[in-house]
């Protein structure tokens, strides 16, 4: 570790070690009615670090306790819950996968009111808080809650599938639709179309299509695009969202390779940035031409300063993270995370009708590999949850799931230049989101385990084992921790949702 690092954790420690003992936190947990005001957003702010300010560090972080628990009642296609709760002023909001809507006492666990939608959803969803409203969506439309009953404020159907959590900037609410229903089928014909709406009514303001109608050549075989987790947005306002892939993959026995869908197929497993008061495309960076694995490239942009020009970093399926220039989208580092081997240039082979050099055979990422979940970053590196898991190409028509071992590993690249600086393997793939706090990086591994990993270094300081496996994220919020444990796969697992607590 160089000098330049070790100051920052010595601060941190110190800091830390301040406010364990005693010092106030503007989000603190510390007793008291819940109060129902405050924003909270699903990558903790606008610009989706999912950065947090906590009395949680290194040195206290062993002091964490499980303080409750509360059955996760609803049942969608992927189990029980696949979203980060949010936590505003003593209180939590989670959504489970049949987008009901839960708020909680964060220091008690005792519901205050309970939404019920029944809508299963595919997943990833979840909520975000703002002007006194709770904005989520279900499995075909985006809604607004009151903040203090729960009470059902607007609802707006957007006709077709949703599976995220909302965007919300500067009066409006962002939510788009994706090609695919509640099973994971893609629907041929379908285009994801990211919506604007008013959000104190929900009326419709602009959409954006993330892929043209046309689709391409084959519109009644071709789908794809759509927004899976929310828009991030900068200080001017602008729009920044990671957009899914194309589809069929990796094709048909009549149009193997995506030859249905000839060409680049914008604007699918790409970045872009839109103007917020039209919709109106400012730039697009693409990951992936002509995808013809599942390679989202899908999470929330990160909004973010390195080496003094502002930047916006993606990432997806694909195992790369990029950092372009915020004002033009051009390339700046693009660093590859995660297990890569054999099929990273098929996508390029396939855009060229090349299809002879397309390998078959096992190799990651797999379509389930990659970056699954959202990276969060602070003043100096960006971390990366990493799923390694393999797949086996068997022909232009056909790709298997596995074929090998996998595993999870967070990695930690350097903000300016994207360098790797430390990598940690865990036991099982990580597909919830990060959250850093102090010299901290909180992750959840599917096999159930939250791991408290040190910053600068990537050491585990501290495990918990979770009632069920897991796909969600944590949030911290003064001297708590909530996450959601949604896979119940093994004997004895059950769902819940769960609370730690510095001291218990």
Request: net charge negative; aromatic share 8%.
């Amino acid at each position: 570790m160089s000098a330049s690092r070790r100051l920052p954790l010595m601060a941190i420690a110190l800091v830390g070690a301040a406010l364990a003992a005693g010092c106030g936190s503007s989000s603190s947990s510390s007793g008291g009615e819940p109060s129902f005001t405050g924003d909270a957003y699903p990558g903790v702010d606008l610009a989706s670090t999912r950065l947090v300010e906590s009395r949680i560090y290194s040195g206290n972080v062993n002091r964490l306790k499980q303080v409750w628990s509360i059955p996760i009642e609803g049942k969608g296609a992927f189990g029980s819950y696949a979203s980060t709760p949010a936590i505003v002023n003593g209180v939590v909001y989670s959504q489970d996968l049949e987008s009901n809507v839960s708020a909680i006492d964060l220091e008690s666990g005792e519901i205050l009111w309970d939404t019920k939608f029944k809508s299963p959803s595919h997943g990833p969803n979840g909520l975000a808080v703002a002007e006194g409203r709770v904005y989520g969506a279900t499995n075909s439309a985006a809604f607004a809650l009151d903040q203090k009953t729960g009470k059902e404020v607007w609802l707006t159907r957007l006709g077709g599938s949703v599976d995220m959590a909302p965007g919300v900037n500067d009066g409006k609410a962002y939510v788009s639709t994706v090609p695919i229903n509640t099973k994971g089928e893609y629907e041929a014909g379908a285009v994801g179309t990211l919506w604007a709406m008013n959000a104190k009514t929900g009326k419709k303001l602009w959409h954006f299509d993330t892929v043209p109608k046309g689709l391409w050549g084959h519109p009644e075989i071709n789908s794809g695009g759509g927004v899976w987790y929310p828009p991030s947005f900068d200080e001017e306002g602008n729009v920044y969202a990671g957009t899914g892939n194309p589809a069929p993959l990796p094709g048909t026995a009549k149009y193997p390779w995506g030859s249905s869908r000839p060409g680049r197929n914008l604007y699918a497993d790409s970045m872009v940035k839109l103007d917020p008061k039209t919709g109106k495309l400012d730039w697009y960076y693409q990951e992936t031409p002509h995808g013809i694995y599942d390679w989202d490239f899908q999470n929330s942009p990160i909004i973010t300063r390195a080496g003094g020009r502002e930047v916006a970093i993606g990432s997806g399926k694909s195992g790369f993270v990029v950092a372009v220039d915020l004002h033009t989208g051009k390339k700046i580092w693009r660093q590859h995370v995660g297990n890569h081997w054999r099929h990273d240039s098929d996508p390029l082979y396939a855009l060229r009708e090349e299809y002879d050099k397309i390998k078959k055979g096992i190799g990651e990422p797999g379509q389930l590999g990659g970056v699954i979940a959202p990276i969060a970053s602070d003043d100096e590196l960006v971390y990366v949850p990493i799923v390694d898991r393999p797949m086996r190409v068997k022909s232009g028509s056909e790709v298997i799931e596995g074929g090998g071992a996998e595993q999870g590993e967070v990695a930690a690249l350097d903000l300016e230049t994207g360098e790797m600086e430390w990598e940690k393997t865990l036991s099982s793939p990580i597909l919830g989101g990060l959250v850093v706090v102090n010299d901290l990086v909180f992750a959840t591994s599917a096999e159930g385990l939250v791991h408290a990993l040190n910053a600068y270094s990537g050491s585990e300081v501290w495990q918990a084992k979770l009632p069920a496996a897991t796909n969600a994220g944590v949030m911290i919020n003064g001297d708590m921790l909530v996450t959601g444990a949604g896979l119940p796969v093994g004997e004895g697992q059950a769902a819940k949702l769960v609370a730690y607590k510095l001291g218990g």
